[in-house]
């Protein structure tokens, strides 16, 4: 997906064939390499929020920062607007 556009896990498993299995694809991308070039940043949970468990502390305010410089935008309670920002491919 682009930069400032945003995935929930759902929708990267359903994009793979594999609909229903959202925290599959957590664990591929908890599993990535610490370099990779792999976007991880730009998938979120289904309730427009970042999911707490990367591998370190502070992961989730390090992949907010990625976010906002790409322009995502968060409200005051750390959601992103999925009708504005979530990725629609033109498959």
Excluded at 34 to 52: C, H, M, T, Y
Excluded at 68 to 89: S, T
Aim: charged share 20%; with cysteine.
């Amino acid at each position: 997906m682009p930069p400032g556009y945003v995935a929930t896990y759902g929708d990267v498993a359903a994009l793979a064939g594999l609909p229903g299995h959202a925290r599959l694809v957590g664990y591929a991308l908890h599993a990535l390499p610490e370099f990779s070039d792999v976007p991880w940043q730009r998938v979120i949970n289904a309730q427009g929020k970042i999911s707490l468990g990367r591998a370190y502390p502070g992961g989730d305010l390090h992949q907010r920062h990625l976010l906002e410089a790409e322009g995502v935008e968060f409200d005051a309670n750390g959601k992103i607007a999925l009708k504005r920002f979530r990725w629609q491919p033109s498959c």
